[in-house]
């Protein structure tokens, strides 16, 4: 999402690195090419304009003209800065009883599939939600909801196809909430291509009725400048209490997370990134700060990783991997467990400097095909053949390419780099410093020296720079399993 504003800002902040000793002319000059990227990005003019004001300020102070790394100081106010600007720190949803969550938006910016997520993500926290379609002018709307609904084992509320008062609709949600057992009652309900005064209108009366404790506007990140306005209408019309963006995975420039909060004052809660319906992440400022700066989020990561992979798998698979065992069984698994971790490109994005490298990366580098052909060569082997792949012959090696319709130098290579690893893996010397970092983990190296490919064709990620506190792979699995 930020990348060209990162590029632009890593760009800046080199130049001020290099330079021995910082003086007011270079602040200035650094500002101003901030302050182009911000307007670039679609920051909204009097935003940056007052955020470049509060950066210089504080830049220009003696203790950072004076200081011995006056670039690295002038960073971390930058960083601190769009922390603040983005709402300082996280704040939870509100959901007192009746706990009533009301979401509105324009059409398209994702408000059904959103309503989804978010049941979706209050359901594995441990609470009881519901979820009521109000948007009784797009039946394939309620169709939409009652279809993910469906998918995530959550009680759904459609009204009836001739149903045209929106109150009455809701009103008949009531009291088919009370018939549920339920904590939380998320609405969703109408949009509109553009703001209109009878969407306005409608969403007053129904908000008035129902007096939720959370209004939440569902918004693009990719709106650009128009986010602005739509955050001040629907502000405005029913008084929102914090935000959701959409599609922040998307190339878009990013602006309205930069907008959004410091326009309306309301704290954005959440951040879609992806379809599937877990891919919906609470919205910590100073870890989107973070990733701008291309610092990483590795806490966002290791909560993903954990979201999505058992705790006893994980372990089982580094035990067989320290005891020398691995074989292709095991290796299966492992597949079946990145498989799980979704998006890779976006997952690895969450590591310090990733994007100073992915650029460098082949096109094929997160392509998925590669690891469905290498899980064809493995399932084209017999039992024996994965529990012992030194039996695995020239012979043996032509049916198995035939089978899962590979050339044989796929097979070749595979069997030569997985002795590699099962080799390394019998050296305690070689196995710990395998094991001490991310790089180490079979699928997630690249066909460089050390990585294993395959899995996605995973870059090795022992070359990543600055890998800050990601360095020993027991540290990133004590937040597996954790509760939220």
């Known amino acids: 999402m930020f990348s060209s504003l990162t590029d632009s800002l890593d760009k800046t902040f080199r130049n001020l690195r290099g330079v021995g000793k910082i003086s007011e002319k270079n602040i200035t000059d650094a500002l101003r090419d901030i302050r182009l990227a911000l307007l670039e990005a679609d920051v909204e003019f009097t935003v940056a304009k007052t955020f470049i004001e509060h950066v210089k300020e504080k830049a220009m102070g003696a203790e950072v003209l004076k200081s011995v790394k006056p670039g690295e100081q002038i960073v971390k106010i930058f960083h601190d800065e769009i922390k603040d600007l983005l709402g300082g720190d996280y704040e939870p949803l509100r959901l007192d009883p009746p706990g009533r969550v009301f979401?509105?938006?324009?059409?398209?910016?994702?408000?059904?599939?959103?309503?989804?997520?978010?049941?979706?993500?209050?359901?594995?926290?441990?609470?009881?939600?519901?979820?009521?379609?109000?948007?009784?002018?797009?039946?394939?709307?309620?169709?939409?909801?009652?279809?993910?609904?469906?998918?995530?084992?959550?009680?759904?509320?459609?009204?009836?196809?001739?149903?045209?008062?929106?109150?009455?609709?809701?009103?008949?949600?009531?009291?088919?909430?009370?018939?549920?057992?339920?904590?939380?009652?998320?609405?969703?309900?109408?949009?509109?291509?553009?703001?209109?005064?009878?969407?306005?209108?409608?969403?007053?009366?129904?908000?008035?009725?129902?007096?939720?404790?959370?209004?939440?506007?569902?918004?693009?990140?990719?709106?650009?400048?128009?986010?602005?306005?739509v955050a001040r209408h629907f502000d405005e019309a029913v008084g929102i209490t914090g935000i959701i963006l959409t599609k922040l995975d998307g190339d878009a420039?990013?602006?309205?997370?930069?907008?959004?909060?410091?326009?309306?004052?309301?704290?954005?809660?959440?951040?879609?990134?992806?379809?599937?319906?877990?891919?919906?992440f609470e919205f910590h400022p100073e870890r989107m700060a973070g990733r701008i700066l291309d610092m990483g989020d590795v806490v966002g990561m290791v909560?993903?990783?954990?979201?999505?992979?058992?705790?006893?798998?994980?372990?089982?698979?580094?035990?067989?991997?320290?005891?020398?065992?691995?074989?292709?069984?095991?290796?299966?698994?492992?597949?079946?467990?990145?498989?799980?971790?979704?998006?890779?490109?976006?997952?690895?994005?969450?590591?310090?400097?990733?994007?100073?490298?992915?650029?460098?990366?082949?096109?094929?580098?997160?392509?998925?095909?590669?690891?469905?052909?290498?899980?064809?060569?493995?399932?084209?082997?017999?039992?024996?053949?994965?529990?012992?792949?030194?039996?695995?012959?020239?012979?043996?090696?032509?049916?198995?390419?035939?089978?899962?319709?590979v050339n044989i130098i796929e097979v070749n290579r595979l069997l030569k780099q997985f002795g590699e690893m099962r080799k390394m893996m019998r050296s305690p010397g070689k196995m710990k410093k395998m094991m001490g970092g991310l790089g180490g983990m079979p699928g997630m190296g690249g066909a460089g020296k050390g990585g294993f490919p395959g899995l996605g064709g995973m870059p090795d990620m022992g070359s990543m720079p600055d890998m800050g506190n990601l360095g020993n792979l027991d540290k990133l699995l004590k937040g597996f399993g954790k509760k939220r």
Not at 255 to 265: D, E, F, H, Q, Y
Not at 307 to 318: F, G, L, T, V
Request: glycine residues 8%; aromatic residues 4%; positive net charge.
């Open 103 to 229: 979401l509105c938006g324009l059409n398209g910016a994702g408000k059904t599939t959103t309503a989804g997520k978010l049941a979706n993500r209050l359901k594995k926290e441990g609470h009881k939600p519901v979820l009521v379609a109000c948007d009784l002018y797009r039946p394939a709307a309620i169709d939409q909801l009652a279809t993910l609904a469906a998918q995530i084992g959550v009680p759904v509320y459609t009204p009836d196809a001739s149903e045209k008062d929106v109150v009455k609709a809701a009103r008949d949600a009531l009291a088919w909430a009370e018939s549920q057992p339920h904590d939380v009652i998320i609405f969703d309900t109408a949009g509109r291509q553009e703001i209109d005064e009878v969407l306005i209108e409608e969403l007053k009366r129904l908000h008035k009725f129902l007096q939720p404790g959370e209004t939440l506007l569902v918004a693009d990140a990719a709106t650009g400048q128009g986010a602005v306005s």
């Open 253 to 280: 420039r990013g602006g309205a997370a930069l907008s959004m909060r410091a326009v309306t004052g309301k704290p954005i809660k959440y951040a879609g990134e992806g379809e599937k319906l877990d891919q919906l």
């Open 303 to 405: 909560e993903q990783v954990a979201q999505r992979i058992d705790e006893k798998d994980a372990m089982k698979s580094i035990e067989r991997m320290a005891s020398g065992q691995f074989d292709f069984y095991d290796f299966l698994d492992q597949m079946k467990m990145i498989s799980k971790l979704g998006d890779m490109k976006g997952l690895m994005s969450l590591l310090p400097g990733f994007n100073k490298i992915k650029k460098q990366l082949p096109d094929a580098a997160f392509d998925n095909s590669r690891m469905k052909r290498t899980e064809a060569i493995v399932l084209s082997m017999t039992p024996d053949e994965r529990r012992r792949p030194e039996i695995i012959k020239a012979s043996r090696r032509r049916r198995i390419a035939a089978g899962s319709g």
